[in-house]
């Protein structure tokens, strides 16, 4: 009923910028908390920014000050700004969102993108 679909990825040289989009359609009433995530090869899947539907963020300690996550409730889309990437940034980016669907009873439930890569060389 729901679907995130990602978007920006690529790859880039260290110090360059990538801007990703996540998009979310289906039957939704309404979107509270969104987020993006990483996963590099290896390595477990972390919290990377959340935005909330107050626009209240939170970034993991490693990207603060280089990304910055912003949303547009009129398009369902949330965006991660991403400056001054680095190696270390490689990872699959995966876009999360707590959709409250129109099927009734209302109830909430996260909801995932299937992930943009993101590649980041010296």
């Known amino acids: 009923q729901v679907q995130l679909v990602e978007s920006g990825g690529g790859l880039v040289q260290a110090g360059g910028s990538l801007r990703l989009s996540c998009a979310a359609s289906?039957?939704?009433?309404?979107?509270?908390?969104m987020g993006w995530y990483r996963q590099a090869p290896g390595k477990q899947r972390e919290l990377v920014a959340s935005?909330?539907?107050?626009?209240?963020?939170n970034y993991a300690d490693s990207v603060k000050s280089r990304f910055t996550v912003s949303r547009d409730n009129a398009k369902n889309t949330v965006y991660l700004q991403m400056n001054s990437l680095k190696p270390e940034d490689t990872a699959v980016y995966y876009c999360?969102?707590?959709?409250?669907?129109?099927?009734?009873?209302?109830?909430?439930?996260?909801?995932w993108g299937q992930g943009t890569q993101v590649t980041v060389s010296s």
């Open positions: 289906g039957s939704i009433f309404a979107i509270g908390t």
């Open positions: 935005i909330t539907n107050g626009d209240r963020t």
């Open positions: 999360s969102a707590r959709v409250a669907v129109t099927t009734a009873p209302l109830r909430s439930s996260d909801y």
